[in-house]
């Protein structure tokens, strides 16, 4: 049975739930802060006109009421030149436009400029300090995604000192909002007792809770979790049918995990077809164990045709550590 594999937890808070940062983070919710009586109604009006994709109407509307300080205009201003939604797209405008509303406090804009400063993208430095500081602002305000994300911070140690306690606190804030990856990473806190006390069961409703709003990682853990028997009875049927749900979206441990029962015939009819499609998948993504069973299966020429060539291709992907007749130093 392949490891029971942790996401990479980047993956779901910086590049899997947030693959396009503008799209992703500047479209969620509406912002922090109640607009002006005397403009909501116009801001309301821009917005309904920008989701219709009337930016001839929308765009005039916005920069007349981010001119007048508007953060909530400011925030579609920056999407509009970030996607280049009826105007061409200009990165330097859309980060201005960003920063003007972060400064003003709205949530939204803090944790989107966050998320660039995580990445290191848009012409920003990576720099996790201020990326913690600014999801901590959103945090403080209420907002789910500060919130999970600054968990993830504290975690890790990545730009505050390391601290599981206070990351078990905010995803917690962040899942009693319903948020998925707050749901997934207090899902994992609970499955390996990091910062509480184990409690699989626990775990396991937290994963289901975020499976069930679509969130890719969390079906991966839900199919890891049946395929293992934890905190829940082991069905490998149905272990195939959230692994399924996550490799077809593209998670790659659970394209492994896929791959491995239809090897086995676990939960599924054994096929090596089907073995082999979703073992490359996952070997094509970077996971390690695919790469090894992969290799093992063109060496000796079971579940695939006998390429010693591409066996031996495939083994040079691994660290030196992994491959054939190396020990750890």
Do not use: C
Request: a positive charge; glycine letters at 12%.
């Amino acid at each position: 049975m392949p490891r029971f594999l942790r996401p990479a937890r980047l993956s779901p808070l910086f590049r899997r739930i947030l693959p396009l940062a503008f799209a992703a983070l500047l479209g969620f919710g509406l912002g922090a802060g109640p607009a002006r009586a005397d403009t909501a109604a116009d801001l309301a009006m821009a917005r309904l006109a920008m989701a219709r994709h009337d930016y001839a109407d929308a765009l005039p509307k916005l920069t007349a009421l981010a001119q007048q300080g508007d953060a909530g205009a400011m925030v579609e201003l920056a999407k509009a030149y970030g996607q280049g939604l009826g105007v061409t797209v200009d990165k330097d405008k859309a980060l201005a436009y960003l920063r003007q509303a972060a400064d003003r406090g709205n949530a939204q804009a803090q944790v989107g400029l966050a998320v660039l400063y995580d990445q290191g993208s848009n012409g920003l430095p990576k720099d996790p300090v201020e990326a913690a500081r600014l999801y901590k602002l959103a945090a403080d305000q209420g907002n789910a995604r500060g919130q999970v994300s600054l968990g993830w911070h504290y975690e890790h140690g990545s730009g505050v000192p390391q601290d599981v306690a206070e990351a078990v606190r905010l995803y917690t804030l962040g899942a009693r909002q319903g948020d998925p990856a707050g749901l997934t990473n207090l899902g994992w806190m609970y499955q390996n007792g990091t910062g509480v006390q184990a409690n699989l069961t626990e775990a396991a409703r937290l994963y289901k809770q975020a499976a069930s709003q679509g969130f890719v990682r969390a079906q991966g853990q839900m199919g890891a979790i049946y395929l293992a028997g934890l905190g829940v009875a082991k069905d490998p049927v149905e272990a195939a049918r959230w692994n399924m749900m996550a490799a077809e979206r593209g998670w790659v441990p659970a394209q492994f995990a896929l791959g491995f029962q239809y090897r086995q015939g676990e939960g599924v009819p054994r096929d090596d077809a089907k073995a082999l499609q979703w073992l490359r998948k996952a070997a094509d993504g970077g996971e390690q164990g695919a790469i090894t069973l992969l290799a093992q299966m063109y060496e000796n020429g079971d579940g695939a045709p006998k390429d010693l060539a591409e066996a031996k291709r495939l083994r040079a992907l691994l660290p030196a550590d992994r491959r054939p007749g190396t020990t750890a130093q």
